[in-house]
């Protein structure tokens, strides 16, 4: 069994799979990596399955050392990692001998990077999933939902059958396969049940202006600036909330929920992001420009089961 040894790591490298699901009626939210599909083309260089658990590397600033021979795959933002010195690029897996050192040291292109071993990490499962949830004290290395700290000891799951010329591993993620990082993503939004209620004028420049990422964001939500947006409906009760769920609060300017969001809201929503369109959003540094794209329920749906055909 691999081993590696967490020499450095910041509040923002956490232990992630797939995600927690059937318990936010204990209001319980789901965690997990946050570019779920960066998350699964890791997982698949090394032949996982592809909701193993992985390490989410934000921003860099994270160096592990290897206990005994081992291999490793990265997907995800380019966060300028090297082996001992030597350029490692991502989407690629590699071997990294006893001693020598990985460190991914600060973002190129992208914010989230994910490091997988064979058969994904080993973390202590809590309601079905190891992902970290820091607020609600969930998963992790010991179920208590902590990030990983300098002298840690990571596990991987699978054996040493993961090294040069195992028939599961791929050396690379083909480039016409990998996600596109642009300077300026369009996100596809799907429109939600208090879309009418907005002022036609809000609804254009929800559509048609720019909207900026702010520096107020972390894995519950982030905060969008851009054109007041008017809402003119009736209050709301609390109702539960999706993932991708765009808020537009009394200052008119949107919050989009990400996995660790609250359970229930009562704030109108313009709708939610897909999925695919959340993972692009994950990649994204405070500061970019973004627009929104209207989209319907079965537009979206066969998008995301197109891209999940990929996978086979």
């Known amino acids: 069994m691999s081993q590696l040894r967490v020499e450095a790591s910041t509040a923002l490298c956490l232990l992630q799979d797939a995600g927690r699901f059937g318990v936010r009626h204990l209001g319980v939210t789901q965690g997990g990596a946050l570019d ?3 998350m699964r083309w890791a997982n698949w260089l090394l032949g996982n399955a592809l909701d193993s658990a992985v390490v989410e590397i934000a921003l860099g600033g994270f160096s592990v050392v290897a206990e005994q021979d081992c291999v490793l795959a990265l997907a995800g933002a380019d966060l300028d990692a090297q082996v001992d010195g030597q350029a490692v690029a991502p989407w690629t897996s590699f071997n990294l001998g006893k001693g020598q ?3 991914l040291r600060q973002p190129r292109q992208g914010v989230r990077a994910y490091l997988a071993v064979p058969g994904g990490f080993v ?5 079905g999933s190891c992902s970290t949830v820091v607020r609600e004290e969930l998963g992790g290395l010991d179920g208590q939902g902590r990030a990983l700290v300098k002298g840690e000891v990571l596990h991987a799951a699978g054996a040493i059958a993961g090294q040069i010329g195992a ?3 791929r050396s690379h993620v083909p480039e016409a396969l990998r996600p596109v990082y642009a300077e300026k993503p369009v996100l596809d939004l799907v429109m939600g049940a208090q879309i009418g209620d907005f002022g036609g004028t809000s609804l254009f420049e929800a559509f048609n202006r720019d909207w900026t990422l702010d520096s107020r964001a972390d894995r519950m939500g982030i905060r969008l600036l851009g054109p007041q947006l008017v809402y003119q409906g009736a209050p709301m009760i609390s109702e539960g909330i999706p993932l991708g769920a765009v808020q537009v609060p009394p200052d008119g300017q949107p919050i989009v929920l990400l996995n660790d969001r609250q359970t229930i809201g009562g704030y109108p929503r313009l709708g939610a992001l897909t999925p695919l369109a959340l993972a692009q959003l994950a990649q994204c540094m405070p ?3 973004v627009r929104f794209r ?11 089961q197109a891209y999940l055909s990929r996978w086979g």
């Open 167 to 169: 028939p599961n591993r």
């Open 36 to 38: 779920w599909v960066a």
């Open 294 to 304: 209207a989209v319907v329920q079965d537009e979206a749906w066969r998008e995301q």
């Open 101 to 103: 050192r990985l460190t």
């Open 287 to 289: 500061g970019t420009a």
């Open 123 to 127: 973390g202590e499962s809590v309601l």
